[in-house]
């Protein structure tokens, strides 16, 4: 119940940040105050901007100079608004046959990311996030795959995608239906950061979870931050300074210890840290500032407290 309430709440924050959207420029207005009568405070509003989607996850504008805005629902639809707010008539890409089946109440499998490659102008290469139907390859019992797969736009339209461009990167199959992460960002460092929830259900235990916790499992990609290189190797490399390259433990992985981590953003500014929201599970929520190597503690921790997964 509280997983649900938690995902209720922050379908909400986004939607609202999305349909109501558009900060309008700060205006300078003389408030009275009981420090100053003078004092001057910025006032800021919203406006509505567009409407009309199901479930909005993320609002992605690349640096192409079109000033497009790209909004993924997570019914597998990627609709392009431009800066007037008018919303195209068509889809800049449609995975819905590539989903698994969305329960219509609350679901937290989907189109869940999105990320265009720094030279999207130059190359036309982006990447998204999804839940597929479970592949052959994994245990039968268990629930769906996780794929991050590249695309290309279509050539002789900029506003389209080439669904048949697709080629997928990684694949992370799933035991349960919750705790997928799936946002995804290009660092300033150029590589691709890529998020992965524990495997679902509660506490980090039950089917598909090691004991100790696939978040404390370095031999997993589950519980945790990814980083790829997906400029070299075929289909992507792990960049030599990742904690586990050349020892025990995958090379994909950048940081651990995660339960599901929801959001990520990179400040442009400063240090460009790396701040990811990791949801909690009955008593704490979590924002971690993340650095290479990181354990942020899950399934022993929840943000800074103790935790027993029994």
Not at 189 to 204: M, P, W
């Amino acid at each position: 119940m509280k997983n649900t309430v938690f995902f209720i709440i922050a379908a909400i924050v986004v939607a609202l940040g999305i349909y109501l959207i558009i900060i309008k420029r700060p205006s300078t207005s003389i408030i009275p105050s009981d420090r100053d009568n003078n004092e001057e405070t910025q006032r800021i509003g919203v406006e509505l901007l567009a409407g009309d989607f199901v479930a909005p996850i993320a609002f992605v504008s690349p640096e192409d100079g079109t000033g497009r805005m790209f909004l993924v629902d997570q019914i597998g639809l990627i609709r392009i608004v431009s800066k007037d707010g008018s919303v195209s008539s068509g889809n800049f890409l449609d995975l819905r046959e590539k989903l698994v089946s969305i329960r219509p109440t609350y679901d937290e499998r989907g189109l869940l990311g999105l990320a265009f490659h720094p030279g999207f102008k130059e190359n036309g290469r982006f990447f998204v996030y999804y839940s597929a139907p479970l592949r052959k390859e994994a245990p039968s019992e268990w629930n769906h795959t996780s794929i991050l797969s590249e695309f290309r736009v279509n050539e002789n339209n900029p506003d389209t995608a080439d669904l048949s461009s697709e080629k997928i990167i990684l694949q992370i199959d799933e035991p349960q239906t919750n705790h997928n992460g799936g946002h995804i960002a290009f660092g300033p460092d150029g590589y691709l950061y890529v998020t992965s929830g524990d495997g679902g259900q509660a506490n980090d235990v039950g089917v598909g979870h090691v004991e100790g916790g696939n978040g404390q499992n370095i031999n997993t990609l589950l519980g945790k931050i990814l980083r790829i290189d997906i400029d070299e190797g075929n289909p992507y490399s792990a960049p030599k300074d990742n904690p586990f390259v050349g020892k025990e433990g995958n090379d994909e992985i950048f940081a651990y210890g995660f339960r599901n981590p929801y959001h990520i953003s990179f400040d442009r500014e400063g240090d460009n840290n790396l701040f990811v929201a990791d949801v909690g599970q009955d008593l704490w929520e979590e924002v971690d500032i993340v650095e290479n190597g990181g354990n942020y503690g899950w399934n022993i921790k929840e943000g800074t407290h103790c935790f027993n997964p029994q």
